[in-house]
């Protein structure tokens, strides 16, 4: 009896130790996201699902934060694939002065089933990647080949907001990706401030051909501190999906703000 309650206390403290460890989802713009936790890419960081939250008001909140001599970041992914269609990101923050080593990302990203780590993402990257220059870019948008062979193909850009509110995303084809960025919180990007068409010869091969999961990351360069060693947080106010076709949307009204 004894070593059968030994037992059962053994698997139980298992269990307990894999729920204590295990990634939560949440529901955040009417999608299902699931957050990161442990150790590993992107930039060799520590990942903690406490550091995402979703407000009163449905607004996603992801936070770098220092604990304990370490630093953890924030990431959260869709259970679901999207395909081709609008991508829309109401930001509120400046995106535009994050410290050099920080970096907030907004991107699709393929599971195993569709392609290896290299391949299939459509990103929009906010960093100075550890720069000081004031000059260099603190924005890119990037696709990621739909194969290992291509290489990625990269524009990046120095942006200035004028407050707290902007809006970034693409539309997604299957020959061609066009990146917009503007000021405010309005899905006609009435205000922009940079944009980006991306098409080639090739596109079956440059661009993603499969639906795959949505992102959004906030993390370290390299997993190093920030500079001003203080942490970080943003808001997301509301992500929205349209399909090409326009049967399929998570959005019922998009700001105009």
């Known amino acids: 009896m004894i070593k059968r309650i030994a037992a059962y206390l053994a698997c139980l403290t298992l269990l307990l130790g894999c729920l204590c460890t295990h990634a939560k989802t949440i529901k955040f713009s009417n999608l ?5 936790e442990g150790f590993g890419g992107a930039g060799a960081n520590n990942w903690a699902s406490k550091n995402v939250w ?35 990101f109401y930001t509120i923050g400046r ?13 699709n990203y393929p599971t195993t089933d569709v392609g290896p780590d ?22 890119s948008y990037t696709v990621w080949p739909a194969i290992l062979t291509p ?17 970034h995303g693409f539309v997604w084809e299957k020959d061609k990706v066009f990146y917009q960025s503007g000021l405010g919180h309005y899905e006609d990007y009435r205000y922009p401030i940079f944009n980006w068409l991306f098409s080639l010869p090739d596109s079956n091969e440059r661009i ?20 001003n060693h203080q942490e970080v947080e943003l808001v997301i106010k509301q992500f929205c999906y349209e399909s090409i076709d326009k049967k399929r949307s998570n959005c019922k009204n998009r700001f105009s703000v």
């Not at 370490?70 to 999207?82: D, G, H, M, N, V």
């Not at 995106?95 to 991107?107: A, E, K, M, Q, T």
């Not at 290299?118 to 924005?139: C, L, M, R, V, Y």
């Not at 993603?208 to 997993?223: C, E």
Request: hydrophobic letters at 35%.
């Open 32 to 36: 299902t996201w699931e957050t990161r």
């Open 54 to 88: 979703v407000d009163p008001n449905g607004w996603l909140h992801l936070k770098v934060t220092h604990v304990n001599g370490k630093w953890y970041c924030a990431e959260i992914f869709t259970t679901t694939k999207l395909g081709f269609g609008q991508y829309w």
């Open 95 to 107: 995106v535009d002065n994050l410290d050099p080593n920080v970096v907030l990302g907004l991107f």
């Open 118 to 139: 290299g391949t299939n993402e459509i990103d929009i990257e906010f960093s100075k990647w550890a720069s000081t220059n004031p000059t260099d870019s603190n924005i």
């Open 151 to 167: 290489n990625k193909t990269v524009l990046g850009s120095s942006i200035k907001l004028n407050g707290d509110y902007s809006t």
């Open 208 to 227: 993603p051909q499969k639906p795959l999961p949505i992102h959004i990351n906030l993390w370290l360069v390299g997993g190093k501190s920030p500079t």
